[in-house]
């Protein structure tokens, strides 16, 4: 089972960006897709973004595409989330996640800590 810590957020400033990562533990990190989720105040977590193992397809929700970007790096076992053009709707605490389609995969233990994304207009 792997384990997950996010790490990276932060408060920044409506249009402003940043860089989210989520280190990984265990062997089996290159053969999962994986994928970032996220939880506002109020609000049921949702898919935000998902990359294949081997990070040749990449999908995004329509409320971040064309603004944030998914990569990893598989000898590091860490996925990254860039995240442009900051919106304060985008506020939320952001969790990475073995992914099946665009859902946490059936094989995935539990959620880490998350990071705290604050964007203020």
């Known amino acids: 089972q792997v384990q997950l810590v996010e790490s990276g957020g932060g408060l920044v400033q409506a249009g402003g960006s940043l860089r989210l990562s989520c280190a990984a533990s265990?062997?089996?990190?290159?053969?999962?897709?994986m994928g970032w989720f996220r939880q506002a105040p109020g609000k049921e977590r949702e898919f935000v973004a998902r990359?294949?193992?081997?990070?040749?397809?990449?999908y995004y929700a329509d409320s971040v595409k064309g603004r944030f970007t998914i990569s990893r790096d598989n000898a590091k076992n860490t996925v990254y989330l860039q995240m442009n053009s900051l919106k304060p709707e985008d506020t939320a605490v952001y969790y990475c996640?073995?992914?099946?389609?665009?859902?946490?995969?059936?094989?995935?233990?539990?959620w880490g800590q998350g990071t705290q994304v604050t964007v203020s207009s």
């Open positions: 996640a073995p992914t099946s389609g665009s859902r946490p995969a059936d094989h995935f233990g539990s």
């Open positions: 265990g062997r089996t990190f290159s053969t999962y897709n």
């Open positions: 990359i294949r193992w081997s990070g040749a397809v990449t």
